[in-house]
């Protein structure tokens, strides 16, 4: 008698909680679309852009290292030789004189040493010049000289042509001493931002940056932007520090800037920790983004649903795709590469892709995860109800 009573009280109490579990059914979704609404997005537009979908292996990961790669420094601004700094307006330079004797024009009875020994050439030394708004100086005997846009070298000669024929063997040298034109820029992250003249050394990027007293943050947190014209890319100073390739002479106005630029990238969906994740600025493979964040959940992740979202560059894009895709404002293209684990190759082609700043990775849950979720909720509700039918 008491177990009926017991099964009359407990069957309403099993139907009521079958009810609920089956009304919070729907209370389990997913951490974010599937795989196959993943890929069915290439259907789909941001904005006025189409968003494509690319299947992430050997060639595409090559493409885009292959891309990276004409973007660094020296494959953009290398491939010239330092060269001297140009005299402009407003530079002052020092221009010494020569004659051989017997001297006519430089030297005289005034100069002791030269009435000693008449063999000795006599020199002038000029006072400071400083380079007039009309780009000459003034040389006596020689008149004005254009210098402005010319090489110390060029000017040298061409004073000398000048005297010749009228002082004896004349030679001369000419010495940019304040370069007030022929400067680079460098600011930012570092101890002292300033103006630093350009030499005929032919300073590299280094040499700038160490002139400024260097940078304020760690290394590996720290970019390089440098802008020539109306060009300018960025790379991380580990990099340039680590290739000597990437320490590319400077010209004048040059635009360096230190950034303290500590990157990220944004893991999603079925891994271990979905989290905003730094990394360094020497770069980080996709492998290592996910070793980062523990891996994908066995009990719920899809091998075959490996994604990064990320706008891109239409140049790192196979041809065929590119010709027909449709950039943002700011002429990027939303892509979302798909990476499958599934297969071993997927591992190598992990390791080489790189992650770049405020990626997305995004994990899709297997088919049939929530369902096995709900089922283990449900027998979770049943094994409760019964050990209550039991208690009572």
Not at 49 to 55: E, F, G, P, Y
Not at 262 to 284: D, K, M, W
Not at 342 to 363: K, N, P, T
């Amino acid at each position: 008698m008491p177990d009926a009573t017991n099964r009359r009280f407990c069957a309403p109490i099993l139907v009521t909680v079958l009810a609920l579990a089956l009304a919070g059914c729907s209370s389990f979704g997913a951490a974010g679309p599937s795989t196959r609404e993943v890929r069915g997005a290439s259907d789909a537009q941001y904005g006025q852009s189409d968003i494509l979908v690319v299947d992430l292996d050997r060639p595409a990961a090559g493409r885009i290292a292959d891309f990276s790669e004409q973007r660094s420094f020296a494959n953009v601004f290398g491939g010239m030789s330092a060269a001297a700094p140009l005299i402009e307006r407003g530079d002052t330079i020092a221009v010494t004189l020569w004659e051989a004797p017997p001297a006519v024009l430089f030297g005289g009875a005034g100069n002791a040493r030269l009435s000693q020994d008449p063999m000795l050439s006599a020199s002038t030394t000029l006072p400071d010049q400083r380079v007039d708004e009309d780009g000459a100086i003034a040389v006596p005997f020689a008149g004005r000289v254009q210098v402005a846009g010319r090489t110390p070298l060029e000017v040298q000669r061409d004073i000398v042509a000048r005297l010749r024929g009228k002082a004896n063997d004349p030679q001369a040298v000419v010495r940019l001493v304040d370069n007030q034109s022929s400067n680079v820029t460098i600011l930012g992250e570092v101890a002292n931002s300033r103006r630093v003249p350009l030499t005929a050394r032919g300073e590299r990027l280094l040499d700038i940056l160490a002139q400024a007293g260097g940078p304020t943050e760690d290394v590996d947190k720290v970019t390089i932007r440098l802008a020539r014209g109306s060009r300018a890319e960025t790379m991380p100073l580990e990099s340039i520090i680590l290739d000597p390739a990437q320490n590319v002479p400077l010209r004048a106005d040059d635009v360096v800037t230190v950034i303290h630029q500590p990157f990220s990238f944004i893991a999603l969906g079925a891994v271990q920790r979905n989290a905003e994740v730094p990394f360094e600025g020497s770069g980080l493979s996709l492998a290592q983004a996910l070793g980062r964040i523990g891996g994908l959940r066995d009990d719920r992740s899809d091998v075959r649903g490996v994604f990064v979202f990320r706008f891109e560059d239409a140049a790192a894009l196979p041809p065929a795709i590119a010709a027909e895709a449709t950039a943002t404002r700011d002429g990027q293209v939303p892509v979302i590469y798909r990476l499958d684990l599934s297969q071993a190759a997927g591992i190598f082609v992990a390791r080489d892709f790189a992650m770049r700043d405020e990626d997305v990775l995004y994990v899709s849950s297997a088919p049939g995860a929530d369902l096995q979720r709900f089922i283990a909720t449900l027998t979770s509700f049943a094994l409760s109800s019964v050990a209550i039918g039991n208690s009572l």
